[in-house]
């Protein structure tokens, strides 16, 4: 199976919504794509709603910094996300702690889309 993705703005976020089996080269994409965006419509607030097949590898997850860099995703950016995979969690918690040490973006996983998107609303 491929990597799908659709990028639209909708109110006042970014909402990026992405299916498949990721590969490095097509999630540096996939961002490049989400930063093109979030710059054409003055929006820094992405809600990403992912439905996998499979978690995110070690190695892609270790290399979150370098493939954020080198899509132009900055500290600017407020991202809030959600995988229903259950096998994703572990992986996804990994990826937040990452994030939020290294403050390459403000970014927060959540269970429901209701709380991702009241988090984006929420002053930042």
């Known amino acids: ?18 299916s498949g089996v990721p590969d490095r080269n097509s999630v540096v994409e996939f961002w490049r794509e989400v930063v093109a965006t979030a710059r054409k419509h003055d929006c820094h607030d992405v809600l990403g709603l992912a439905s996998t097949e499979r978690p995110m590898e070690l190695g892609d997850a270790l290399e979150i910094e370098a493939i954020f860099r080198a899509a ?17 969690r572990p992986m996804i918690d990994r990826v937040e702690e990452l994030i939020r040490n290294r403050e390459i973006a403000d970014a ?17």
């Not at 132009?72 to 994703?88: E, Y």
């Not at 927060?108 to 930042?124: K, Q, V, Y």
């Open 1 to 18: 199976m491929t990597f799908d993705y659709s990028i639209a703005a909708e109110e006042t976020i970014i909402v990026a919504r992405v």
């Open 72 to 88: 132009g995703v900055t500290s600017d950016f407020r991202i809030a996300w959600l995988n229903p995979n259950p096998a994703a």
């Open 108 to 124: 927060r996983f959540f269970e429901s889309e209701a709380e991702a998107r009241e988090w984006l609303a929420g002053t930042p």
